[in-house]
T-cell receptor, first 113, second 113 residues
Framework: GAVVSQHPSWVICKSGTSVKIECRSLDFQATTMFWYRQFPKQSLMLMATSNEGSKATYEQGVEKDKFLINHASLTLSTLTVTSAHPEDSSFYIC?????????FGSGTRLTVV | GDSVTQMEGPVTLSEEAFLTINCTYT??????LFWYVQYPGEGLQLLLKATKADDKGSNKGFEATYRKETTSFHLEKGSVQVSDSAVYFCALSLRQAGTALIFGKGTTLSVSS
């Protein structure tokens, strides 16, 4: 099946700093990637759909200037949390859709202190 | 809009007990249906899926049947193990290419020996 690598698996940062999360499709070209956010003991909420070579499509209520998504190649999408605050602390998961269906990254635990 | 509703958890069972986690959906058209499992601190793993009415998905002793008449996709296992303790998510995807998965809120299963 497909292999998706997400990095880092966890990160702690200070309020006001920015954090970049990478999502790589290792064995196939992914024209579409998805970013989800998961609060403790809650479901996955779709944040945005990332399309290679074009601007991401954000879900209602998601601040595009705060959560910057770049999908510059067919194998890499990045999510940058800008000027992070404690309320941004969460579990972020990427997913790709390809020949094997949907494949998820292992997630990134972000803690903003 | 399209949505997935799962039974509220947590579900607490003894080893070898029978498991049912209810899932119903609302969708335009004919979605594909999925069950994902998330172990503590990890990303999501596909457990099983069904792509059309009356299909039965099965894996690792888990089963779910796509019931169009009741718009349901209930997850069952005849004899749970301690290692099945995890969070289970029901999800759907619309058939258009590049659409994201829509998740239910998740059900936490705790199995004791």
């Amino acid at each position: 099946g497909a292999v998706v690598s997400q990095h880092p698996s966890w990160v702690i940062c200070k309020s006001g700093t920015s954090v970049k999360i990478e999502c790589r499709s290792l064995d196939f070209q992914a024209t579409t990637m998805f970013w989800y956010r998961q609060f403790p003991k809650q479901s996955l909420m779709l944040m945005a759909t990332s399309n290679e070579g074009s601007k991401a499509t954000y879900e209602q209520g998601v601040e595009k200037d705060k959560f910057l998504i770049n999908h510059a190649s067919l194998t890499l999408s990045t999510l940058t949390v800008t000027s992070a605050h404690p309320e941004d602390s969460s579990f972020y998961i990427c997913a790709v859709t390809g020949p094997y269906g949907y494949t998820f990254g292992s997630g990134t635990r972000l803690t903003v202190v | 809009g399209d949505s997935v509703t799962q039974m509220e958890g947590p579900v607490t069972l003894s080893e070898e007990a029978f498991l049912t986690i209810n899932c119903t959906y609302t969708a335009t058209g004919y979605p594909s249906l999925f069950w994902y499992v998330q172990y503590p601190g990890e990303g999501l793993q596909l457990l099983l899926k069904a792509t059309k009415a009356d299909d039965k998905g099965s894996n690792k002793g888990f089963e779910a049947t796509y019931r169009k008449e009741t718009t349901s996709f209930h997850l069952e296992k005849g004899s749970v193990q301690v290692s099945d303790s995890a969070v289970y998510f029901c999800a759907l995807s619309l058939r258009q290419a590049g659409t994201a998965l829509i998740f239910g809120k998740g059900t936490t299963l705790s199995v004791s020996s």
